[in-house]
């Protein structure tokens, strides 16, 4: 199975809409992809590390291959210390060559669909360095895109086999103008932190959504490194979604590990007839404040209907059914939020409209919530290594599921 690469970008000043490749029928919430069973689409590490290989080019005309290979490594680590996942790295070797690349050095638009597409194959998982930006110009890309990642292929069991990354260098050139912009090695950090992230697997959280307008120390500390746009060079450091979410995709085991330390909230989100599934509605779990602002630094999400498929097929216009989700509809509105053992509360809200394209959060459609969120339900304790379930929530004042024209699946 090929993933296919979405159209969005990443934005300058410190607010960085993250580039992240999507399938055509993407459902996401806390993974990037699904399965057509609702799993999760995974890199299988039970017994190897993910094998990456780097460009032999400069990342920028002020960082050498040799300081950028080290960097990229970095990078990952922020991932692999995780101790509750046992999600792992390796670097490879250089870019393999291909039909149309063969120098080492991925510089141009046509040797970059060259290694992309044999990624696409599923044969490798390439790190490109662009190091001034003319491969992204060349590629008819947005001069302030910064980069992308993803993954590129997965099989017939669920498994990731190959994915990509491309680093704009430009941005850490030490020039500063209109035409060529730049940003501090920490935020640039904490843009490939996100975008290998996305390369491990994981979608984007609307968590402490407030910080669009601005925030304080305790929301910055419990915002996202996958929030979908850059709002602090904090994000270098892991906040808890990021850390529950990689370890409940790749959970490490015995002491200390993801069934030691966690546990997950499961429930439905529904419209006021308290029967129709509700989906593409965004489920934050917040830590119960005992006064030291916990509600704000330890929070979780999850978007309804995550495992669901996203396109069913039409008859009038003819649209195919995508292969991505399930068609099980008890997944329509089901909502599963990772979180460390504690006391929770679970609220509902809209995916903010921003968050579209390549910013995208959940399964691709940005809808209004249906009717007015109700108080949030809770508390409730959630205990490692169980599923604290039953966590409904109802909306209120919701129209109904459906019109005249339209009949139950």
Same mark, same amino acid.
């Given at each position: 199975?090929?993933?296919?690469?979405?159209?969005?970008?990443?934005?300058?000043?410190?607010?960085?809409?993250?580039?992240?490749?999507?399938?055509? &029928?993407?459902?996401?919430?806390? *993974?990037?992809?699904?399965?057509?069973?609702?799993?999760?689409?995974?890199?299988?590490?039970?017994?190897?590390?993910?094998?990456?290989?780097?460009?032999?080019?400069?990342?920028?005309?002020?960082?050498?291959?040799?300081? &950028?290979?080290?960097?990229?490594?970095?990078?990952?680590?922020?991932?692999?210390?995780?101790?509750?996942?046992?999600?792992?790295?390796?670097? &490879?070797?250089?870019?393999?060559?291909?039909?149309?690349?063969?120098?080492?050095?991925?510089?141009?638009?046509?040797?970059?669909?060259?290694?992309?597409?044999?990624?696409?194959?599923?044969?490798?998982?390439?790190?490109?360095?662009?190091?001034?930006?003319?491969?992204?110009?060349?590629?008819?890309?947005?001069?302030?895109?910064?980069?992308?990642?993803? *993954?590129?292929?997965?099989?017939?069991?669920?498994?990731?086999?190959?994915?990509?990354?491309?680093?704009?260098?430009?941005?850490?050139?030490?020039?500063?103008?209109?035409?060529?912009?730049?940003?501090?090695?920490?935020?640039?950090?904490?843009?490939?932190?996100?975008?290998?992230?996305?390369?491990?697997?994981?979608?984007?959280?609307?968590?402490?959504?407030?910080?669009?307008?601005?925030?304080?120390?305790?929301?910055?500390?419990?915002?996202?490194?996958?929030?979908?746009?850059?709002?602090?060079?904090?994000?270098?450091?892991?906040?808890?979604?990021?850390?529950?979410?990689?370890?409940?995709?790749?959970?490490?085991?015995?002491?200390?590990?993801?069934?030691?330390?966690?546990?997950?909230?499961?429930?439905?989100?529904?419209?006021?007839?308290?029967?129709?599934?509700?989906?593409?509605?965004?489920?934050?779990?917040?830590?119960?404040?005992?006064?030291?602002?916990?509600?704000?630094?330890?929070?979780?999400?999850?978007?309804?209907?995550?495992?669901?498929?996203?396109?069913?097929?039409?008859?009038?216009?003819?649209?195919?059914?995508?292969?991505?989700?399930?068609?099980?509809?008890?997944?329509?509105?089901?909502?599963?939020?990772?979180?460390?053992?504690?006391?929770?509360?679970?609220?509902?809200?809209?995916?903010?409209?921003?968050?579209?394209?390549?910013?995208?959060?959940?399964?691709?459609?940005?809808?209004?919530? *249906?009717?007015?969120?109700?108080?949030?339900?809770?508390?409730?304790?959630?205990? &490692?290594?169980?599923?604290?379930?039953?966590?409904?929530?109802?909306?209120?004042?919701?129209?109904?599921?459906?019109?005249?024209?339209?009949?139950?699946?």
């Amino acid at each position: 199975m090929r993933f296919i690469q979405h159209s969005g970008r990443a934005t300058r000043l410190l607010k960085l809409a993250a580039l992240c490749a999507v399938p055509a &029928a993407a459902l996401a919430g806390g *993974p990037t992809f699904v399965t057509s069973s609702g799993n999760a689409f995974v890199w299988d590490v039970s017994s190897n590390a993910i094998a990456y290989r780097t460009d032999g080019g400069n990342l920028s005309t002020g960082i050498n291959n040799a300081t &950028a290979q080290a960097r990229v490594r970095t990078l990952f680590d922020v991932w692999q210390d995780v101790p509750t996942s046992n999600i792992r790295y390796a670097r &490879a070797g250089q870019i393999q060559a291909v039909t149309g690349f063969s120098d080492g050095d991925v510089n141009t638009a046509e040797e970059f669909d060259a290694v992309e597409g044999d990624c696409f194959d599923g044969n490798q998982s390439p790190i490109v360095f662009d190091v001034d930006g003319s491969m992204f110009e060349d590629l008819g890309q947005d001069p302030s895109v910064i980069g992308f990642a993803g *993954p590129c292929a997965g099989n017939g069991a669920g498994k990731i086999v190959s994915g990509r990354a491309v680093m704009n260098g430009i941005f850490l050139d030490g020039i500063e103008n209109a035409n060529n912009p730049e940003l501090t090695p920490a935020e640039f950090d904490a843009a490939f932190i996100h975008e290998f992230g996305h390369f491990s697997g994981l979608d984007h959280s609307q968590v402490n959504v407030n910080c669009l307008s601005g925030c304080g120390a305790d929301d910055l500390a419990g915002l996202p490194t996958m929030f979908p746009f850059l709002m602090s060079s904090q994000q270098r450091t892991l906040a808890p979604d990021d850390v529950a979410w990689i370890s409940f995709l790749y959970p490490q085991s015995g002491t200390g590990g993801f069934n030691a330390t966690h546990g997950v909230i499961r429930g439905v989100v529904y419209f006021s007839d308290g029967q129709s599934h509700a989906q593409f509605v965004n489920v934050v779990a917040r830590r119960v404040d005992d006064g030291d602002n916990e509600d704000r630094r330890f929070a979780g999400s999850s978007v309804s209907g995550y495992r669901f498929r996203l396109f069913h097929g039409n008859p009038i216009t003819n649209a195919a059914p995508s292969s991505a989700g399930s068609d099980n509809p008890a997944h329509i509105g089901l909502y599963e939020i990772p979180v460390a053992a504690g006391s929770y509360t679970v609220e509902v809200e809209s995916i903010d409209p921003e968050f579209v394209d390549g910013s995208r959060v959940g399964p691709g459609l940005v809808v209004p919530l *249906p009717g007015d969120a109700p108080a949030p339900i809770g508390p409730f304790t959630v205990n &490692a290594g169980q599923s604290s379930n039953g966590h409904d929530v109802v909306l209120i004042d919701t129209a109904p599921r459906y019109d005249d024209f339209e009949t139950d699946p």
